[in-house]
C-alpha cells in the first residue's frame, strides 16, 4: 500500500453533471499528479499540483479543474460531463525536493461510470 | 506528435524465463524514463527509474536498459514467476519532471 487514498471508490453520474473526486496524499508529499485512465490504456496526464499551484497540464479541457490544499490533499472537478470521461482517475502523489524525475505513489483510483 | 508504444499484444511466457518488453518512443527527447506494474483494479506501483545518461539498470530480478539513439527502453524480469503476472507500462518525463506521458501498457503473463 502507498499511503495516497483516494474516494470515492465509485461513481455513476449522467451527461452533463459534475463530479469532485478526492485525493489523500502520502505524508510528507508536496506534489500531486491526477491521470485519467480508460479500459485497456494507459494513464493519461491531466495536471499537476505543487505547492497548491497548478505545476503542467496535459491536453484536456479547462472544464478538468484542480485543487490542492495545504495538507497537501487534492480534488479533481470535471463539469458537464460527457459519456468519454467514464474512465478509472488516478492520483499519484510525490515528495519534489528539486526539478527532475521522481517517483509517483499512486492511489487506487475511482471508477467514474457516465450514463 | 509525441508517441509512446508498447506491445498491446499479452507477452505469455513460461515460469523460469525471462521476459522482455520493449518501449518505443517517437518525436520525443525524455531526460527520464520509468517502469511501472499495474495489477486489475489498482494504480500503478513504481519499479526503476532511468536517466538518460544511464544505459542500464538493475533491481534484484529487474533489469532496465534506455538507448536514446534507438529511442528504445527494454525491461526483462529475470527467473520470471507466476506473481509477476501484471500489466507493465513505460513512462517519460518531461524535463522538468512535472509530466509523465505513459505507454498503452503490456500485459504479462508466466505460467507455472
Known amino acids: 500500500e502507498t499511503g495516497v487514498t483516494q474516494s470515492p471508490t465509485h461513481l455513476i453520474k449522467t451527461r452533463g453533471q459534475q463530479v469532485t473526486l478526492r485525493c489523500s496524499s502520502q505524508?510528507?508529499?508536496?506534489?500531486v499528479s491526477w491521470y485519467q485512465q480508460a479500459l485497456g490504456q494507459g494513464p493519461q496526464f491531466i495536471f499537476q499540483?505543487?505547492?497548491?499551484?497548478?505545476?503542467g497540464r496535459g491536453n484536456f479541457p479547462p472544464r478538468f479543474s484542480g485543487l490542492q490544499f495545504p495538507n497537501y490533499s487534492s480534488e479533481l472537478n470535471v463539469n458537464a460531463l460527457e459519456l468519454d470521461d467514464s474512465a478509472l482517475y488516478l492520483c499519484?502523489?510525490?515528495?519534489?525536493?528539486?526539478?527532475?524525475?521522481?517517483?509517483?505513489?499512486f492511489g487506487p483510483g475511482t471508477r467514474l461510470t457516465v450514463l | 506528435s509525441q508517441k509512446i508504444e508498447q506491445n498491446s499484444e499479452a507477452l505469455n511466457i513460461q515460469e523460469g524465463k525471462t521476459a522482455t518488453l520493449t518501449c518505443n518512443y517517437t518525436?520525443?527527447?525524455?531526460?527520464?524514463l520509468q517502469w511501472y506494474r499495474q495489477d486489475p483494479g489498482r494504480g500503478p506501483v513504481f519499479l526503476l527509474l532511468?536517466?538518460?545518461?544511464?544505459k542500464e539498470k538493475r533491481k534484484e530480478r529487474l533489469k532496465v536498459t534506455f538507448d536514446t539513439t534507438l529511442k528504445q527502453s527494454l525491461f526483462h524480469i529475470t527467473a520470471s514467476q507466476p506473481a509477476d503476472s501484471a500489466t507493465y507500462l513505460c513512462?517519460?518525463?518531461?524535463?522538468?519532471?512535472?509530466?509523465?506521458?505513459f505507454g498503452g501498457g503490456t500485459r504479462l503473463m508466466v505460467k507455472p
Open positions: 518525436n520525443y527527447s525524455p531526460a527520464y
Open positions: 532511468i536517466r538518460e545518461n544511464e
Open positions: 499540483y505543487y505547492r497548491e499551484e497548478e505545476n
Open positions: 513512462a517519460l518525463h518531461n524535463n522538468a519532471g512535472n509530466m509523465l506521458t
Open positions: 499519484a502523489s510525490s515528495l519534489v525536493q528539486r526539478q527532475g524525475a521522481h517517483e509517483q505513489f
Open positions: 505524508s510528507g508529499h508536496n506534489t
